[in-house]
């Protein structure tokens, strides 16, 4: 009733085909994300992490979250992951690539990601404010520096509607209102409780909070 819907729905390669068509049984036009190149380490051979972007771009997903190699970033071999971040965005195709890096260096914009992510979620320390100033700082000097606009995704952690304001404050603030959109700027949602987002708005409407038990659940 409010129009607000996520910006996209993440599943795992494997589930890409179910996602999709059961959004288009359901009339939706939400597009279908998928976390590919053996999520959340990396570390399976190069060969099966390009199939596995292929394969979810070609059972229609729209946009395509990849995670580095972590043994690359660690031992500071940067070449090399910008050349397999390059081949990862040539695998998509059509599709929007973010990359989710733990780190804030333009290696992964140079090789043509249209997102930037703190992390996968499944780490001990997901997004944290000192390092998403860091990455905003990053995009900001590489659209000063080539004109393109890079989007960015925190994510792990963010549990109430609460600290998604936080959220959207820093880019308000770092990046300006034109990151205020889906098109540059994701909250990495898994365990944000759509509970607490219900009685938000419940509350916005009402003026008051509902009980957990009075609110609908999907």
């Known amino acids: ?6 910006a996209a729905v993440c599943v795992y390669p494997s589930r890409v085909a179910d996602a999709v068509k059961s959004l288009k049984a359901a009339n939706s036009s ?7 190149t053996g999520f959340p ?6 060969k099966t992490r390009l199939e ?32 397999e971040v390059c081949q990862f965005r040539e ?18 914009m140079m090789a043509g990601s249209d997102f930037i992510k703190t992390s996968t979620g499944k780490e001990s320390v997901n997004a944290t404010y000192p390092v998403a100033i860091v990455m905003v700082r ?43 959109s889906p098109r540059l700027f994701r909250l990495g949602a ?3 409780l759509l509970a607490d987002i219900e009685r938000q708005i419940y509350h ?3 003026g008051r909070y509902a009980a957990y038990h009075q609110m609908p659940m999907a």
């Open 91 to 108: 695998a998509c195709g059509e599709a929007h690539m973010k990359s989710i890096l733990a780190i804030g260096d333009l290696v992964a």
């Open 30 to 36: 939400l597009p279908v994300a998928s976390v590919a």
């Open 204 to 206: 916005h409407v009402t």
């Open 52 to 83: 596995e972007v292929r394969m979810a771009v070609e059972d229609g997903a729209m946009e395509i979250d990849i995670v580095i190699n972590r043994t690359l970033a660690l031992t500071g071999q940067w070449e090399a992951m910008y050349e």
């Open 138 to 180: 990053a995009i900001r000097d590489y659209f000063l520096k080539t004109g393109h606009k890079v989007g960015f995704k925190p994510a792990g952690g963010i549990r109430t509607a609460k600290e998604s304001l936080v959220w959207l404050t820093l880019m308000k603030e770092e990046l300006g209102d034109e990151w205020l």
């Open 190 to 192: 898994s365990s944000l």
């Open 41 to 46: 380490a990396g570390q399976t051979s190069l």
């Open 1 to 6: 009733s409010h129009g607000v819907t996520t």
